[in-house]
């Protein structure tokens, strides 16, 4: 019988990812930082500002959002929408470093239907993000490593969420493998986690995910990638700090640069961010905590 290993993680810790050595040795550094929901109010623009201080002091190479990045446009106007990735936009600057993000649920315009939400607006949906922010999934590379940007997010007939990778972004995958060398190592990011056990933690050990917090299809997601050297999966959404081992991938669930929206520390896990130390095919990791007080 196969043996699967589960590791929860809350408070600051450092594990290892470790496999056979390359022949060539990249190093470098990376931050994942996650679930930011920047605002104007709750102090929330100067909170992200100096976690951007604290992050620039660490020299990484670059930074991975994981979604989230605003908070939001599920309900709201045009303008306030407009603000929010203006304002976010605009903190980004600050960054030394190149800034490559992932689309989160809050990103997505005028899904729900409420007073006020401009449902019918051209860019309703995730055009808005893609013309203020990029594409919602793509690929890069660096250091030896591939990096899967994908978005984790779906937008259902009922004008809910869920979480899922959409057909067509499926097919992408595929093609986007086929020109991909098996021996890189492959990092995923994505908003809404593909493994996780917070509802067993939360909720109790019989308790089942919710569509809204996990990626429904995921096994059928990470089997695209089986026979190539997927090592880690980096995720959002849940606000808490977590790492699970399964079947040789690492997945880490990176906390919340807001914690409790800006307005407490939830989940044991405070303000704060991962730090991702890569040596070849070897990761160590941290998470880094910028000092943030709720005011």
């Known amino acids: 019988m196969r043996k699967i290993c589960v590791t929860v993680i809350f408070f600051l810790f450092v594990f ?55 908070m939001d446009a599920l309900g709201v106007p045009y303008s306030r929408a407009d603000s929010l990735f203006t304002l976010y936009s605009a903190c980004c600057r600050k960054f030394h470093a190149p800034v490559y993000n992932t689309m989160g649920n809050h990103e997505i315009f005028a899904l729900y239907r409420k007073a006020g939400a401009d449902t019918i607006n051209p860019l309703a949906g995730t055009r808005m993000y893609e013309k203020r922010i990029g594409k919602t999934y793509y690929t890069f590379t660096f250091g030896g490593w591939k990096f899967f940007v994908l978005k984790s997010v779906l937008c259902m007939p009922d004008r809910k969420y869920s979480g899922g990778i959409d057909l067509d972004q499926m097919a992408w995958i595929k093609e986007e493998l086929a020109h991909t060398d098996p021996e890189i190592p492959i990092c995923i990011s994505v908003h809404i986690p593909m493994m996780t056990v917070y509802s067993q933690v939360v909720d109790g050990a019989t308790k089942s995910n919710e569509p809204g917090m996990i990626i429904t299809n ?78």
């Open 16 to 70: 290892q990812i470790s496999s056979q050595p390359p022949t060539e040795r990249n190093r470098f550094r990376f931050v994942f930082m996650t679930d930011i929901h920047v605002q104007p109010e709750q102090n929330a623009t100067k909170g992200f500002l100096q976690a951007i201080d604290t992050v620039n002091s660490l020299n990484p190479d670059f930074i991975l959002t994981g979604g989230d990045l605003i």
């Open 218 to 295: 995921a096994k059928e997601v990470l089997a695209l990638f089986k026979g190539y050297n997927l090592k880690l999966v980096l995720q959002g959404h849940l606000h808490y700090l977590e790492e699970i081992y399964v079947q040789d991938i690492r997945y880490i669930t990176g906390g919340s640069i807001a914690s409790g929206w800006w307005k407490k520390i939830t989940m044991n896990t405070p303000f704060g961010f991962l730090v991702l130390d890569v040596d070849g095919e070897k990761v160590t990791w941290q998470y880094k905590t910028y000092g943030w007080r709720v005011n």
